[in-house]
């Protein structure tokens, strides 16, 4: 059997999923063939990238390149995204941007691979009535939901309960007076997963585990009430699916997002890739277990608060939470302000909240709680 | 939507798989019917069973009843096994006796839920080609076989590695040595599971993870060499997959037989049964696995070899074991003397080997066995 070749369009090719990607990419050379590849203001890996894999068309944010790049077509994310000659479009680009190459990619009937949490938490029911209408398949990249979509595979009843697994982060048994003292070179410290920034922040407030819950909520049909989270600091166990007759599946791997970004690009295949690790049960003796204490953990909350109130909620969430995690980065903020800030802006959203928002009211609601977000943290004159 | 009632033959109802099996029928009495029930010589239990489900047909072996059984028509396992009112049949019998009803079962194209053992480990191919023909699915009940169908369940690409778990038995960490002096009582005690002696023996010895080494390469068609045992005490993950792209699968579940019987009879559904355990992650605060001491467990080797080779070897090692088991459970010979036991006999068979046997030079080897097995502890007298 002489399997087809899979065109790929990599949307944010630059960042840590996008470079994972590529790797898997070059490792599985004679399956896929980068169509296009969207970066963002990091030029220097974006030509690399380019030179290596020829796509046909590329896009980058930042306009002042040479003229190296100028022998590709350059191609808006979102005419990428839905192109004809595209297959796959990975969507690797991380925050709200990456909802409107999502929506197009979805629109236009392709398999969307997608890593980018905020499209689903943010637009979760428009994007998945979408994808109803066209046909398109949505393959979650991220590894729990990549592991609960394995352990669903192929099974005929729904899930009673998802479990999703979690590493606790750099300050798990820290208490929430501690959590106001740590550091951003102590957050940027995972101990399991190489990630980008934006995502480690959010994995030690657990912000990441809240968007997670949203994002397992829309993807997979179920109610909050049957996700539950389970401290596993290994981060060997991806996630757990229970089934209605007591059953249980779990779906391992060593922590490494080659492994599902793999799976969502050669599904309903598997490939041998001798790039990717396997677990060696000779060193594996203990897998551990604890329970949550959800109140060490304020943004975890406020995530599954705002899942379930649901419309332009989930929006304001992810905006104030990018915003909140940029000014800790830069040191304008403390950690436990990360909270702090993204309640403040979900209460004052109350008077704006609509319950079934448009792409408009949601992108509008981005907008709002990042000028106020800046607002609120640097005063009046730097909003515009 | 009206669910089909399923009409179910349990061949064996009156041992540790078959009582269980009329459990899950009793807590989904609206989904299934019992037609036919056979029973060894536990006539009182049987008459219990049958007055509860009054079941079309039944069988027992001993002879010596009474008269209240005498309403229901008596029909021979097979017979029952292969009969068009049965939509599946559930092969709940030990060892060797298990053959007949089983083979009956696949040629007449029914769905089998096999708990035994020794009909796949002994005429694995000859069971595997005819359910090729008639279109008879074998549905594995034992819980490592059930975890691993669950756990390939929807995949497209074959496993590239089995990993059967094993609690370890009573004897785990003893030495060779150590093996050597235990009492039947000490052996009885399983730390897990509930089961019935012979199986509870077998699994002191490792025996009983050797037959589902063989089993597993049947069923799953899957090579010796990618099939690898792993410690895990606690008996909460049943088994697990290892694909070629490095994932993992799992199955779990509270160590209750009844989950893997119930998943077989609702296959390819799951169904709602309260009376089966949940897993309560409050409680379970870590998973342990250690690599196994092969040179503890003779039998284990013993039996992966007799697969390996294949032929009429597995007859002889099942028959050679349920002997030695009897003859320990009697206290005729000791723990260790098990292993030497069928180490002998399957040595003396080398002479009689058949490499491509029929069900007749199975039934023979198996006969030779245990004639030998007899001669070979009580002397020549005793032997027919």
Chains 1, 2 share one sequence.
């Not at 399956?31 to 969207?38: A, E, M, N, Q």
């Not at 209408?133 to 669903?152: F, M």
């Not at 802006?345 to 992108?363: A, G, M, N, S, Y």
Request: with cysteine; net charge negative; charged share 25%.
């Amino acid at each position: 059997m002489v399997d087809a070749i899979k065109k790929l369009a990599v949307i944010g090719c630059t960042g840590s999923i996008g470079r994972q990607t590529l790797e898997v990419v070059r490792s599985l050379s004679d399956r896929f063939k980068v169509i296009g590849l969207t970066g963002g203001s990091n030029i220097t890996l974006l030509k690399k990238q380019v030179d290596k894999f020829k796509p046909q068309f590329i896009y980058y944010r930042d306009k002042k390149t040479d003229a190296q790049l100028e022998n590709y077509e350059f191609l808006p994310e979102e005419a990428m995204a839905s192109h004809p000659d595209v297959d796959t479009v990975v969507i690797a680009t991380p925050g709200g941007c990456g909802l409107k190459p999502t929506l197009a990619a979805v629109k236009a009937g392709k398999d969307v691979a997608l890593a980018n949490k905020e499209a689903l938490v943010t637009a979760g029911e428009i994007i998945i009535a979408e994808a109803k209408k066209s046909g398109a398949h949505i393959l979650p990249v991220d590894s729990e939901h990549s592991a609960i979509w394995q352990c669903l595979e192929g099974e005929k009843t729904p899930p009673a309960r998802i479990i999703l697994t979690a590493s606790g982060g750099p300050f798990l048994g820290y208490t929430a007076k501690q959590l106001t003292e740590v550091t951003v070179e102590q957050a940027l410290k995972h101990p399991t997963w190489r990630m980008g920034k934006k995502v480690t922040i959010d994995s030690a407030t657990l912000m990441n585990k809240g968007l997670e819950v949203i994002e397992a909520n829309r993807l997979f049909d179920i109610s909050f009430e049957k996700i539950s989270i389970l401290i596993h600091p290994q981060s060997i166990i991806h996630s757990f699916v229970e089934f209605i007759d007591g059953s249980t599946k779990a779906q391992l791997g060593w922590p490494d997002m080659r492994l599902p970004i793999q799976y969502a690009l050669t599904y309903p295949e598997r490939l041998l890739n001798i790039q990717l690790p396997r677990l060696d049960w000779d060193k594996i003796n203990q897998l551990n277990f604890e329970q949550l204490n959800m109140d060490s953990f304020p943004c975890l909350k406020l995530a599954i608060e705002a899942g379930k109130r649901g419309g332009t909620m989930p929006a304001v969430l992810c905006a104030a939470d990018e915003v909140a995690v940029d000014f800790y980065l830069s040191n304008h903020i403390g950690f436990g302000d990360i909270a702090n800030l993204i309640q403040q802006l979900l209460k004052q959203h109350e008077t704006l909240f609509e319950t079934q928002p448009t792409i408009d009211d949601i992108q509008n609601a981005d907008a709002w709680t990042r000028e106020n977000a800046i607002r609120l943290v640097l005063g009046e004159k730097h909003a515009n």
